[in-house]
């Protein structure tokens, strides 16, 4: 079966909450960006609220300037339907409150992707590696991947050449649009991914 890929991004849409308080309640939260199990470093009591900023709309993917996934509890059972908990996705519960404080009563989780697939073309990609380092790379502006280096099973997954970048698979897309969950926003490979 062929497959077609998406990069996961921020939603911009200017009605939707947005939760932008991870670097401020949990420390070792750039362990999030990396693929690295963070259940220790993130405890269910972890309390993210709605940026004051931002609009009132809330989705079931919620928009964020760290590039995390923060997900109700609907998008948390088509995962589970899929099998993807577990070894391949880590769900990581918190207390989300809304503009006043107040705890929201659905369950949102962050989707930590466990797993790393080397599989950027570079050649075909355009990229920017670090100043500091030109093995490592800063950014991906123009994603395409391999796909014979994708294994059979990977629907969601971080890209081993630059782990905060996630990377969805189309069946994967398509039962997140067949449950109607909101929020989502991709870039499909091929496209300039904005910002």
Request: proline fraction near 7%; glycine fraction near 6%; charged fraction near 25%.
């Amino acid at each position: 079966m062929t497959f077609s890929y998406y990069s996961l991004g921020p939603s911009l849409d200017p009605r939707a909450v947005q939760v932008v308080d991870l670097p401020d309640r949990v420390e070792d939260y750039f362990y999030l960006s990396d693929g690295i199990p963070c259940a220790s470093y993130l405890p269910p009591t972890t309390e993210l609220g709605f940026y004051e900023g931002a609009g009132d709309m809330l989705t079931d993917f919620i928009d964020n300037p760290d590039r995390m996934l923060y997900v109700s509890q609907r998008v948390q059972d088509v995962l589970k339907s899929r099998g993807l908990v577990g070894a391949a996705v880590e769900l990581l519960p918190f207390v989300l409150l809304d503009k006043r404080g107040r705890r929201v009563r659905e369950s949102y989780a962050i989707v930590n992707p466990l797993v790393r697939v080397s599989c950027l073309d570079f050649e075909r990609s355009k990229y920017r590696r670090t100043a500091s380092d030109p093995n490592e790379l800063a950014e991906v502006k123009l994603l395409h991947v391999r796909e014979d280096a994708i294994p059979e099973d990977a629907q969601l997954f971080r890209l081993g050449e630059l782990p905060r970048l996630m990377v969805l698979r189309s069946d994967l897309l398509e039962a997140f649009q067949q449950a109607g969950l909101s929020g989502l926003a991709i870039h499909p490979a091929g496209t300039t991914i904005p910002g």
